[in-house]
């Protein structure tokens, strides 16, 4: 039921291009976009909360909704009102949804949202019209937990968002100097400055699939982020173990990035078009069988356009074993 009215959420957010402007659901690239500029300009602010999901509560939730009681009615009735807590019992919940929640994350862009541009109405001392929420399109920009605001108004656009119970992570905040960061990119004076993480161990043996595929990821963000002599050693640590060529980042196959192209070791008879021996990741789902009921309501909620997988009623949920075999993939 939350999938269902999700569906029809978004859908109404994306049909209106000036609030579509303002939150995101599923793209993180324009609040990258604006904190760069931010980071040049100065002009823009980014803003980070803790604990974001768990501060929505049900009533910010409700007050949003009074002027949609079907919708009001229909959220309220998909939400979970109770948790069992190992070692407190059952507790009532305050909180809209927890982060399994489907509604979670639109439903918190929509409250920051609101609360955002109160906020914004505080710093100019009066009524936001029409007119003068459209000027704000390219200034104000939401995803998930991740803000950017203009800078001038981020006093009273703190002080707001705090008022309504939310926590402003100010260490990861940036509204003054040429720093900005949001959606995981940093930017110093427009210049990306984003760090790369190491995740997990490097891999020691030709079995650790999981360790082989993180670790040629690792390498093409150091290799993509300029980092050559960290992608060299990394190359060397692979070569340990796979013979791996040189693709594009959208080839289905794990290789090596290279700005010089991609690698081609034969031409497809049937297409005619370039294909390299490869290897491709190979995740074993766990088993989990599903029949009358539940299998037809698996079958309403699929989205997208690809069909099932053949075997989408014998296993789902998340990959226990990922392997990785040697196959012929295009390199691009």
Not at 198 to 225: G, I, K, Y
Not at 310 to 327: C, N, Y
Request: charged letters at 25%; aromatic letters at 10%; hydrophobic letters at 40%.
């Amino acid at each position: 039921m939350q999938q269902a009215i999700l569906e029809k959420l978004v859908e109404g957010v994306n049909r209106d291009e000036r609030l579509y402007s303002f939150i995101g659901f599923d793209d993180q690239t324009s609040n990258q976009y604006l904190a760069q500029q931010g980071s040049i300009t100065g002009a823009l602010a980014t803003l980070d909360l803790s604990e974001a999901s768990d501060r929505v509560s049900n009533q910010h939730v409700r007050d949003l909704l009074t002027d949609f009681p079907w919708l009001s009615k229909a959220v309220d009735a998909s939400r979970s009102r109770k948790a069992d807590v190992p070692g407190h019992g059952v507790i009532r919940l305050a909180k809209f949804a927890s982060m399994g929640s489907a509604l979670c994350f639109p439903f918190e862009a929509m409250v920051f949202l609101t609360v955002v541009l109160m906020g914004i109405e505080d710093a100019l001392s009066l009524r936001l019209t029409d007119k003068m929420i459209s000027r704000l399109v390219g200034s104000v920009r939401v995803y998930g937990d991740d803000i950017i605001v203009p800078s001038y108004t981020v006093s009273s656009v703190v002080r707001s968002l705090e008022t309504f119970g939310f926590k402003v992570g100010r260490d990861k905040s940036f509204w003054s100097g040429r720093f900005r960061e949001s959606c995981g990119k940093e930017y110093y004076a427009g210049h990306d400055v984003s760090i790369v993480r190491v995740r997990t161990l490097l891999p020691t043996q030709r079995t650790d699939s999981e360790a082989l595929v993180s670790t040629v990821a690792l390498r093409n963000r150091f290799f993509t982020s300029g980092m050559w002599q960290c992608a060299r050693h990394l190359d060397d640590v692979l070569g340990e173990f796979l013979n791996l060529p040189a693709v594009s980042p959208t080839s289905p196959s794990l290789g090596l990035y290279s700005f010089t192209g991609y690698q081609v070791d034969k031409m497809d008879k049937d297409t005619h078009g370039p294909l390299v021996k490869g290897y491709v990741v190979v995740p074993r789902i766990p088993r989990s069988r599903l029949e009358g009921v539940g299998a037809l309501l698996k079958f309403f909620l699929k989205r997208g356009d690809e069909p099932h997988d053949k075997k989408h009623l014998e296993s789902s949920g998340r990959p226990t074993i990922v392997d990785i075999k040697r196959r012929w993939v295009r390199p691009f």
